[in-house]
């Protein structure tokens, strides 16, 4: 889980933009791949993936853009692994929401 510190260092990197420069990623990808998304939000996810999920985690949250049907079967498993994965994924899902501009 992401500390306050953590959320606040990587808030600041993404607004001054701060850090490497992200070329592509899975996650940008599959954003890219929907239909009407722009591309510096894809950018903006990606970046945010890149603190939060490993490249394992990455692979497994774009199947989820895919195929949003996936989702609520990870959500409802009952393995441990798909809950763990769960808990990143709500948490890069939260620091996405709270750093990456909508519009």
């Known amino acids: 889980m992401t500390t306050f510190p953590q959320t ?4 600041f990197g993404l607004l ?3 850090g ?3 070329a592509g990623g899975a996650i940008a990808n599959a954003c890219q791949s929907a239909d009407g ?8 996810l990606q970046q945010v ?3 939060t999920l490993d490249g394992g985690d990455q692979r497994r949250a774009a199947k989820l853009f895919r195929d949003p049907d ?7 498993a009952d393995s441990g692994t798909a809950e763990e994965f ?8 939260a ?4 750093v990456c501009p909508v519009n």
């Open 37 to 44: 998304v722009p591309g510096g939000l894809c950018d903006c």
């Open 86 to 93: 769960w808990q990143r994924y709500t948490n890069f899902a």
């Open 70 to 76: 996936k989702a609520e079967e990870m959500r409802m």
């Open 20 to 22: 490497p420069a992200w």
């Open 95 to 98: 620091t996405a929401e709270a």
């Open 16 to 18: 001054l933009g701060t």
């Open 8 to 11: 606040l260092a990587l808030t």
């Open 49 to 51: 993936a890149d603190q």
